[in-house]
């Protein structure tokens, strides 16, 4: 019985390494696809510039003396800042603009303006005419 339950270990011990195997060729098979999806758009891009260079040089257009600049990261041309909000702004007559405008009175509802009549205290609550 013993060597049998060691026999049974050393299976399930296997086992366990032929699935880890399998997970690990499996990624590797998705980074290769990936990798293999990044040289074809990378072969792409450069087939697309040199037919853009070739149809501008065609047209005689003096692109190549144009110096070249590199381009900003993300697009951004200056970075953003956070800082608190200017508070005075100064009018152009030289003095200052107060901070939040004249704003007109809200209008108030029709139903707003009438006060609700106060029905409790005229009359006195009837108890439900099916309990008792």
């Not at 399998?22 to 697309?48: G, S």
Request: proline share 10%; charged share 30%.
């Amino acid at each position: 019985m013993l060597l049998n339950k060691k026999s049974l270990v050393y299976q399930q011990l296997v086992e366990r390494l032929f699935d880890k195997c399998q997970k690990i060729q499996a990624d590797n098979e998705r980074c290769v696809m990936r990798v293999n999806a990044i040289k074809k758009t990378l072969r792409r891009r450069n087939f697309d510039v040199e037919m853009l260079k070739r149809r501008l040089d065609k047209y005689g257009d003096n692109w190549r003396l144009v110096p070249m600049v590199a381009p900003h990261p993300k697009g951004k041309t200056e970075q953003k800042r956070r800082g608190p909000k200017p508070k005075n702004k100064q009018a152009p007559d030289g003095g200052t603009v107060p901070a939040t405008p004249a704003r007109k009175p809200r209008k108030q509802r029709a139903s707003a303006k009438q006060p609700q009549p106060n029905l409790n205290s005229t009359k006195q609550q009837q108890p439900h005419p099916g309990i008792g």
